[in-house]
């Protein structure tokens, strides 16, 4: 059952909420409710990161879709779609109809073994059509952490929101025994241990690894896959997303060997660096061109010098919005000593 505000009160300790080092900090005459605590926005959020979007876009590589087959790519980089933003107060962040933006609890906590929590929207924000997660608003025994929140805006209008906002209540519900493992225990391999609040980390998921085996995650061996991430996860993010895109076209009879892989996909980065440097480069040189051809007759040669202008412009733009900071190169490879654990 659920427990009432005087057992609240006497549990506050126990749930960590009046030993915190935040500001503002948790207030208990103005937080504990009848039969729940209200619960603030943190300051910190999580947005889809548009510069990600813009890219697949460029690179004609379509919508993007979590596929839960697959997790590699996520693994290597968890965050590389989300973009963290910290809020000052006073400080507004707008949803959009229809949006998600990734939110946590301002006040961490921690749940006792003997009880579960459940976290609830309040009525006055559901009436703006403000939801403040997505189905996971139950918490089980021994969790610690800042809830994730998922906040959605099914309303007609966009909803601008500021930390500290009381969008939500915590109500826990007393257990009848304590269970034999709590969360967190290595037995149940637990993905949020400690949890920051931040997206999903679903690939962790035990149950999710055991479909993937049975599905087969992709062509490519474990083995294979294990000496790839070794060598791409101190790369960015859009390499990793490459790498993965390479992999996917890449025919089954060549993936059979890490280091050729690699080799291939470092002789496309080169192609890749050469075509962008190429562009930026000869920039100045067609525009030069143009400018000189206003002070002679127009012709055939300035038409051609003008149309490589503008198509210059056009795939120069593309490689710099969609320039990352970096290429999986060959000189990059042997850096990372690649082939010392390959198959040659």
Known sequence: MYITDHEIRAMLTELGLEDQNQ????????QVQPCSIDMRLSSVFWKRSRRRQIWRRLTR????AVDLRRSRAHAIDPL???????????DTLTIKPGHVVMGRIHERFKVPPGYAGKIEGRSSFARLGLAVHCTGDFINPGWEGYMPLQLFNAGPYPIRITPHLPVCQLMLIRLPSQPEHTYGDPELQSKYTND???PSLWWRDRHIRELQK???ETH?????QSEILEVVEVTDSAVIERLQNFIDDCPAGKLSNT?????DFAEQEERRWLIDWATVGAFPILASAVLSAIFVPFGLLHALVLALLVIDIVWGWRGFV???GGYLRKKDLHKKNVREGSDD
């Open 80 to 90: 590389r779609d989300w973009k963290r933003r910290e809020l000052k107060e006073g």
């Open 196 to 198: 920051d609040g931040g």
């Open 61 to 64: 590589r379509g919508d993007y």
């Open 259 to 263: 280091g050729d892989l690699l080799d």
């Open 322 to 324: 969609r320039r990352d």
């Open 214 to 216: 049975r599905l087969g």
């Open 220 to 224: 490519v061996s474990e083995r294979i």
């Open 23 to 30: 500001e503002p900090a948790f207030d208990a005459a103005d």
